[in-house]
């Protein structure tokens, strides 16, 4: 793994892991809030309903208290005479009957039995005898009732059908003993009305937790998203910065090897190729000598005449193959010039070379690297193309320079030649060179779509963008001035 993934990695999982433990936090904590919060407000309901079970029952027990203690009329004789026992049971039964409050509150009366002697909203149960009547989970519940009611009354939950939805939902009851007759006297209330509030309760709550978790899982993506997009700047500019120490190596790896075929091309011009005229000169002159004498000079000396011209003529042509004094001379066009007749010479080749637009001022870089595409691409054209003609043109267009190099030979087959590493040198080469200036090579070769056409030629396109120019001409010009500056007998040590 790479060191800046490393980076990015552990700068990531920290946060994750923080973030996650946050989460797991807060989660926890939400759940025991809502938990408190759900029994707080359960119990507030319910002890708010306890409170009005009891003033239901007393306003009741009040009522039969007065039933229990009025007088009675005696219909023959008009005096008051206290009612009977059964009298006064059906008037407290008919008072509890009456006293309903709400859609679902009623009162419910059994005697020690379990035999219903009143329900107001359940008619169709009177008289009916409920002692064994159990509940889903099988509890007995009016004997529970019952046993609240002898041990003194209170409150109790149990299920019972609720009349105005039909349904059998949960209810709080509040039951008593009254006395002398053994009823067992109740009321209650429905539960479900709370379970609607809890569950509120726990969607607001199930809510929240998402939300929680939500703006965490953004904090997280965010914070992962920015980390990566760091990174990827991070990546981007160091590779930028890669990418233009290559093309300064480049370049300087270029311009080292021009500055040695200068060299070399100095060297033979001026050494190698002068000693060769020297010795040309002193064997002229020894022939011409042996005829003024009047004596025949050796064939020997014909020979070595003939020798010498041609490795003058051979030393002369590597001279100037290594570094063309027209190139720093004339300039770029006249350069390509002589190198198209040139070539045209030695191969045989019907070579055009012309020039298109208004020629500018190229830096030395720039003229030297399209002078080695130029002539490595004729090169090629030579060795493999079997072409006979060649059209070789230099274009000054607003923008950019564009040289062309199209041949009307048998073109080859680009992929074919991609999946061979060591084929190709030459146009990697040009591609090096043109990428060192901040240009570019485009081959285009048809053989692959065009098996059967013999001469569909290949056309090799180099381009170099006019700000590539300037950056290289400011560049120049930099290094001008810094040599201009340098002290006396300091040596050069920018290129």
């Not at 996650?20 to 408190?36: S, W």
């Not at 607001?204 to 965490?216: A, C, E, K, P, Q």
């Not at 000693?275 to 020997?300: F, M, W, Y």
């Amino acid at each position: 793994m790479q060191l800046k993934a490393k980076i990015t990695l552990l700068a990531v999982v920290p946060l994750l892991l923080s973030l996650l433990l946050i989460g797991v936090a807060m989660f926890d904590q939400q759940l025991t809030l809502g938990h408190q919060t759900r029994a707080l407000v359960r119990e507030a309901y319910m002890e708010a309903r306890r409170a009005e079970l009891r003033h239901n029952m007393d306003l009741a027990l009040s009522a039969l208290q007065s039933v229990h203690t009025a007088p009675g009329q005696d219909g023959a004789t008009g005096s008051a005479q206290p009612p009977d026992d059964a009298t006064r049971q059906r008037l407290a039964l008919h008072a509890l009957g009456r006293m309903n409050y709400g859609p679902d509150g009623y009162f419910f009366v059994y005697d020690q039995h379990g035999t219903v002697l009143m329900h107001s909203r359940q008619p169709e149960l009177m008289g009916r005898n409920l002692w064994d009547l159990t509940d889903e989970d099988g509890r007995p519940t009016i004997q529970l009732l019952l046993a609240k009611a002898r041990a003194g009354g209170g409150f109790i939950e149990f299920p019972w059908r609720k009349p105005s939805s039909g349904q059998t939902v949960p209810k709080l009851g509040y039951v008593t003993l009254l006395q002398p007759w053994g009823w067992m006297i109740g009321t209650g209330l429905y539960l479900d009305d709370i379970q609607h509030t809890l569950s509120e309760v726990d969607e607001g709550m199930d809510r929240s937790i998402r939300t929680t978790i939500g703006w965490l899982m953004a904090v997280a993506a965010g914070g992962t998203v920015v980390i990566s997009i760091s990174g990827l700047m991070l990546n981007l500019s160091e590779h930028r910065e890669a990418d233009a120490q290559l093309r300064l190596m480049a370049r300087r790896v270029v311009q080292s090897q021009e500055d040695e075929r200068a060299r070399l091309a100095r060297e033979l011009h001026d050494g190698t190729s002068q000693t060769l005229v020297a010795g040309k000169l002193l064997i002229e002159s020894a022939v011409d000598e042996l005829h003024r004498q009047g004596q025949p000079h050796p064939a020997a000396l014909d020979k070595a005449l003939s020798r010498l011209n041609d490795a003058l003529l051979e030393v002369r042509h590597l001279s100037h193959s290594l570094r063309p004094a027209l190139l720093d001379n004339l300039g770029l066009p006249a350069a390509l010039a002589h190198l198209g007749r040139e070539f045209g010479e030695h191969t045989g080749l019907r070579i055009d070379t012309h020039i298109d637009g208004t020629e500018v001022a190229l830096p030395d870089e720039a003229k030297t690297v399209l002078f080695r595409v130029a002539q490595e691409a004729l090169t090629n054209v030579v060795k493999h193309a079997q072409a006979t003609h060649v059209d070789l043109s230099l274009s000054f267009e607003p923008g950019q320079i564009e040289l062309h190099i199209n041949d009307n030979g048998q073109g080859f087959d680009q992929a074919a030649l991609r999946a061979h590493p060591r084929e190709g040198i030459g146009l990697r080469n040009m591609r090096e060179r043109l990428a060192s200036i901040g240009g570019r090579l485009d081959v285009h070769a048809d053989m692959a779509r065009h098996p059967q056409d013999p001469h569909h030629g290949t056309l090799v396109l180099a381009t170099v963008p006019t700000q590539a120019l300037a950056r290289l001409l400011a560049a120049a010009d930099n290094h001008v001035t810094h040599v201009s500056h340098l002290p006396p007998d300091t040596p050069d040590t920018t290129a």
